[in-house]
C-alpha cells in the first residue's frame, strides 16, 4: 500500500513538472516567435505621391514629413528641396531599427525607385536586419540628419537619361553602436516624383 502510495504521488510529480515545463516553453515561444502582426495605422499621407507616415515611425520621421507634404503642397515644387528631405526620410526609416518589429520590416523602402524596392528589401534583411529582434535592447535609432551637399546631375537607366540629385548625408544616432553614419544617394526624377536609384557607403 505505502509503495503504491509513493508510486501515486512520483507520477503526480512528473505530472505536475511535464505541466510546467509546457507552460513554460509556450510563454517563452509566444513571447519570442509568436507575436503578431502590428496593425499598420497610417496617421498622415501625400497621396499624389504615395507616401505615407504610420503610427510606429519615430517622432524625428513625423516632423520631416510635414516638411516634406509642406513642400509637395506648393505649385511649384522645389526639387532639391524635395530631394533633401525624402533622403532624410529614407536615412531616418531605414537607420532607426528600434521601432521594427522583424528583419522583413526594412524601414525606407517606399522611397525606393519602384524596380530596386523587392532587391533592396532582400538585401536589408540579409546585412542591417538580418539579426533583428524588437527585443534586443542596443538597437540605433536615429536622432539627426544632415545633408552634406547636394548636386544636379544626370543618370542613365535602361538607356534612358534622368534629371537627377546626388546627396552626401550623415547622420547621429541616440547611442552609438557601431552602424554606418555617412552615405551618397542617388535620386532620378520621373513623372515629377523623386526616388531613390542608387545608395553607397562611405564607412
Same mark, same amino acid.
Given at each position: 500500500?505505502?509503495?503504491?502510495?509513493?508510486?501515486?504521488?512520483k507520477?503526480?510529480?512528473?505530472?505536475?513538472?511535464?505541466?510546467?515545463?509546457?507552460?513554460i516553453?509556450?510563454?517563452?515561444?509566444?513571447?519570442?516567435?509568436?507575436?503578431?502582426?502590428?496593425?499598420?495605422v497610417?496617421?498622415?499621407?501625400?497621396k499624389?505621391?504615395?507616401?505615407?507616415?504610420?503610427? =510606429?515611425?519615430?517622432e $524625428? @520621421?513625423?516632423?520631416? %514629413?510635414?516638411? #516634406? /507634404? *509642406?513642400?509637395?503642397?506648393?505649385? !511649384?515644387?522645389?526639387?532639391?528641396?524635395?530631394?533633401? =528631405?525624402?533622403?532624410? $526620410? @529614407?536615412?531616418?526609416d %531605414?537607420?532607426s #531599427? /528600434? *521601432?521594427?518589429?522583424?528583419?522583413? !520590416?526594412v524601414?525606407?523602402?517606399?522611397?525606393?525607385? =519602384?524596380?530596386?524596392?523587392?532587391?533592396?528589401?532582400?538585401?536589408?534583411?540579409?546585412t542591417?536586419?538580418k539579426?533583428?529582434?524588437?527585443?534586443?535592447k542596443?538597437?540605433?535609432?536615429?536622432?539627426?540628419?544632415?545633408?552634406?551637399?547636394?548636386?544636379?546631375?544626370?543618370?542613365?537607366?535602361?538607356?534612358?537619361?534622368?534629371?537627377?540629385y546626388?546627396?552626401?548625408?550623415?547622420?547621429?544616432?541616440?547611442?552609438?553602436?557601431?552602424?554606418e553614419?555617412?552615405?551618397?544617394?542617388?535620386?532620378?526624377?520621373e513623372?515629377n516624383?523623386?526616388?531613390?536609384?542608387?545608395?553607397?557607403?562611405?564607412?
Amino acid at each position: 500500500m505505502i509503495d503504491k502510495l509513493k508510486i501515486t504521488e512520483k507520477i503526480t510529480k512528473i505530472f505536475l513538472l511535464v505541466i510546467i515545463l509546457i507552460t513554460i516553453f509556450v510563454v517563452i515561444f509566444n513571447f519570442f516567435f509568436n507575436k503578431k502582426e502590428k496593425e499598420v495605422v497610417i496617421e498622415n499621407e501625400i497621396k499624389n505621391f504615395n507616401y505615407i507616415q504610420v503610427e =510606429s515611425d519615430i517622432e $524625428l @520621421f513625423k516632423t520631416e %514629413f510635414i516638411t #516634406l /507634404k *509642406n513642400i509637395l503642397d506648393k505649385d !511649384d515644387i522645389n526639387y532639391e528641396e524635395y530631394a533633401k =528631405s525624402i533622403s532624410k $526620410l @529614407f536615412i531616418i526609416d %531605414f537607420y532607426s #531599427l /528600434k *521601432n521594427k518589429t522583424s528583419s522583413y !520590416d526594412v524601414g525606407g523602402v517606399q522611397f525606393i525607385y =519602384s524596380e530596386f524596392k523587392d532587391n533592396f528589401s532582400l538585401k536589408a534583411s540579409d546585412t542591417i536586419y538580418k539579426y533583428l529582434n524588437p527585443n534586443m535592447k542596443e538597437l540605433p535609432l536615429v536622432k539627426k540628419v544632415n545633408v552634406i551637399s547636394i548636386e544636379e546631375t544626370t543618370f542613365e537607366y535602361k538607356e534612358k537619361e534622368y534629371q537627377s540629385y546626388k546627396l552626401f548625408l550623415n547622420w547621429e544616432y541616440e547611442s552609438d553602436y557601431g552602424y554606418e553614419k555617412e552615405c551618397i544617394l542617388m535620386l532620378i526624377k520621373e513623372n515629377n516624383r523623386l526616388d531613390i536609384v542608387k545608395k553607397t557607403n562611405i564607412s
